[in-house]
């Protein structure tokens, strides 16, 4: 059997190092919260799907249609999705799952546009065809 102390990975993290733990022991490391990182990767998907809902009603209130939606929903996401980054100084890796910038900003587009276009045929159908 192994020494519980020698498989604890929290050893010598927010106490002094003991006189087994060695230099490398997790003293000056970061340390990854799980639970954090996936409230924060919620709060990013609410704030992304809100986003595509009130896009799809000012698209269908507009009567944008064709190329202009599809673009005046893109743009949208990307911006939200700039503005995010701004709040969080640009260190994606920090506060979510995602390794690059690409990848945060195109996150969850697929959910978002099928919320856009169920609010963007409502609105234009109660806007412009009754």
Known sequence: MMNQAA????????GPPTSSSSSTSGIGRAIFNQQISHKNTTNLSDARTYMGILLGVVSGI?????????VFFFGGHVGVGAALMV?????????????????????DIQK????YMLFW????SLCYCF
């Open 7 to 14: 498989m604890d990975p929290m050893q010598g993290i927010g």
């Open 62 to 70: 507009c009567g944008l249609r064709d190329l202009r939606g599809f």
């Open 87 to 107: 709040k969080m100084e640009f260190d994606v890796k920090s506060y979510s799952a995602f390794q690059s910038a690409t990848s945060f900003l195109l996150s």
């Open 112 to 115: 978002c546009g099928m919320g």
């Open 121 to 124: 045929t409502l609105f234009y």
